[in-house]
């Protein structure tokens, strides 16, 4: 496994609510600075429960740029899970969705926020 990391910036827009679910919608930009130089759009459902502290949101982005120099696309998947205050996060490389000079891209980020920077560690192999 190879590995990038950097920092990121990220927008997230609140959506019209759906009328038949109690899910928070959102759109997602983010600019990713370091080994990962790209952008990315995505959408996010997320719940949070009346028991304070325990939430869930699911995630798609598609990414665009340049990995360690090497140009294309990619779709990352987020699954979040905070029970009672204490967050799991996964986000992993759609299998097969690497294009261009990423085709063959698998992997997994970690994200981490520091006196509100944010930023990410992303182990990756391209085959």
């Known amino acids: 496994m190879t590995a ?7 927008k997230l827009t609140p959506q019209p609510p759906s009328d038949d679910a109690p899910l928070g919608r959102f759109t997602l930009d983010k600019t990713f600075h370091g080994g990962l130089d790209a952008t990315s759009k995505g959408q996010m459902l997320a719940f949070s429960s009346s028991v304070k502290g325990s939430a869930g949101y699911v995630a798609i982005e598609h990414v665009t740029g340049a990995l360690q120099g090497r140009r294309g696309t990619f779709v990352l998947q987020h699954t979040g899970v905070m029970t009672r205050g204490t967050p799991e996060l996964t986000i992993t490389v759609v ?14 980020m970690r994200l ?16």
């Open 95 to 108: 299998p097969d969705s690497g294009t261009g000079e990423l085709e063959g891209l698998a992997g997994a």
């Open 112 to 127: 981490d926020e520091v006196d509100g920077k944010q930023s990410y560690e992303f182990e990756y192999s391209l085959g």
């Open 4 to 10: 990038a990391a950097g920092t990121f910036d990220c």
